[in-house]
């Protein structure tokens, strides 16, 4: 039923290809995994593009109508621009300087989850603020 044991036993487990087949067994993550995993995140990362793209589009837009009609609300969308823009740009520079100060495989692993966290938040931030400039900006002006 189980097949020759013998066999299994004497295998040598320092073999990497049987490790990774012993590991995706058990449930680890394996290569393909890994592969998903990053293939999920460089879409996730390139998704920001868009998302900034977006931002500038509609809020650059709200802006100049809100100062062709002279509104008081003109001041808090260039700040909004600005602020976020300028968040951006910090983290991108972050993004280079970290990515120059790696040395292993491990600090890879730290600076690429931070940087995926940090730009996150980012994201969230800038999906308000184009919330902001279609739905309450309109309203306001």
Partial sequence: MFGNRSNIRSRNFADADYASKISDMRGGIGPKMKSRTGA??????????????????????????????????????LALLLIISLMWAIFFLADHKARKKIDGENSRQVVVTLLTLIGSILAVFTLLGIWFFAYIAPRII
């Avoid at 650059?60 to 969308?77: D, K, M, N, Q, W």
């Fill in 40 to 77: 999920l995140l460089g879409i996730w990362w390139i998704s920001w593009l868009g998302i900034i793209g977006g931002f500038l589009y509609v809020g650059v837009f709200e802006y100049r109508i809100a100062r062709s009609l002279r509104h008081g609300a003109s001041t808090f969308c």
